[in-house]
Nanobody, 120 residues
Framework: QVQLVESGGGLVQPGGSLRLSCAAS????????MYWYRQAPGKQRVLVAA???????NYADSVKGRFTISGDNAKNTVYLQMNSLKPEDTAVYYC??????????????WGQGTQVTVSS
């Protein structure tokens, strides 16, 4: 089994910064891609940032220039550095990953989510 555990959420003032972490553990053979999604109250879950094969990155237009996704392959961890935060960034942030184990092909895994609140 594979687990994803997020950390780093919290309350921050507009213009502030937070760094989220997502650590994958368990029976991991290969991590194909890792993603950050967010879900605001009453809205659908949307993709915020993606990292493929530890190199290629993509961002939602709403966060380009403010958020940066990065990874530490040795720790099986992906980070989301969030700068210049706005109230509209308030949401539960979820980590998602496509991971294969020694006994199976790629499967989709989700973390439990971490709350980010941007408010003065």
């Amino acid at each position: 089994q594979v687990q994803l555990v997020e950390s780093g959420g919290g309350l921050v003032q507009p213009g502030g910064s937070l760094r989220l972490s997502c650590a994958a553990s368990g029976s991991i053979f290969r991590i194909y891609a890792m993603y950050w999604y967010r879900q605001a109250p009453g809205k659908q879950r949307v993709l915020v940032a993606a990292m493929s094969d530890g190199v290629s990155t993509n961002y939602a237009d709403s966060v380009k220039g403010r958020f940066t996704i990065s990874g530490d392959n040795a720790k099986n961890t992906v980070y989301l550095q969030m700068n210049s935060l706005k109230p509209e960034d308030t949401a539960v942030y979820y980590c998602n990953a496509a991971i294969s184990s020694p006994s199976s092909g790629p499967r989709d895994y989700w973390g439990q989510g971490t709350q980010v609140t941007v408010s003065s």
